[in-house]
């Protein structure tokens, strides 16, 4: 009968062989783990609650530049200017004289329009004179007020969008654009109709072609160009 593994090799075992200590057993019972549960406030300070602190800490920390970035006030036409400017201006706009001091003698017409008299009918679009949303009428004709400084204008009367007409009592050319649907996102409409009502004063024949080639300094990019021509030649028409 053939000999089981164990019996071939009992004599090779010690006869008070006991199993070896584990050598790393003492150091994994050293371990002490930090518990799941809070810790007993015996002394009112713990390792996690002085961590928490000091996340809180930081964060305030990093938030403390935010709060002291707000703006305290906003800036009115009387207010300098933050940069230092020492122009003195006055600017009649929708026939009210508006006094500017410590005015940029850089600014733009548009910037003093928007930031200086908060009227922001009059947008900023490319700000290089090309998509004619910044038009306004000096003295009855249209320009790009982006592309002219406010001091040149002292003494001129300048109109914009908000002088035009106002709810319950809008200019023809207004009306014409809702009535016919001459806007969709709306943001060169104040541009768009500032030109079409100093159009109306000036030598443009009578086409749809004349038409368009005395608007082309307007862009819209929503390419409501057949709705504005019709407003255009309904007011032309009864004008």
């Known amino acids: 009968m053939a000999d089981s593994p164990n019996g071939r090799f009992r004599f090779l075992r010690s006869k008070s062989q006991a199993p070896q200590p584990d050598a790393f057993a003492e150091e994994r019972q050293s371990i002490d783990l930090e518990p799941l549960t809070p810790e007993p406030a015996q002394s009112g300070l713990t390792r996690r609650s002085f961590l928490s602190g000091l996340g809180a800490a930081g964060l305030l920390a990093g938030a403390a530049p935010l709060v002291t970035a707000a703006p305290a006030a906003e800036p009115s036409a009387d207010e300098p200017e933050p940069g230092g400017g020492t122009g003195t201006l006055t600017l009649r706009v929708n026939g009210k004289d508006f006094n500017l001091r410590g005015l940029d003698p850089r600014a733009t017409l548009l910037d003093t329009l928007r930031e200086r008299l908060q009227l922001t009918g009059t947008k900023k679009g490319c700000d290089h004179g090309q998509c004619g949303a910044c038009t306004v009428h000096v003295n009855g004709r249209r320009v790009n007020s982006c592309l002219s400084f406010a001091v040149m204008h002292e003494g ?71 709705n504005i021509v019709a407003a255009v030649k309904q007011v032309r028409a009864r004008a």
């Open 156 to 226: 001129d009367e300048i109109t914009t969008i908000e002088g035009l007409g106002q709810p319950g009592n809008l200019h023809s050319m207004q009306a014409a654009f809702v009535e016919h649907d001459g806007y969709q996102c709306g943001y060169c409409t104040s541009g768009q109709i500032m030109s079409a009502v100093a159009l109306l004063k000036e030598p443009i024949g009578p086409s749809d072609e004349d038409i368009k080639h005395a608007m082309a300094g307007n862009i819209c990019r929503c390419g409501a160009y057949t």
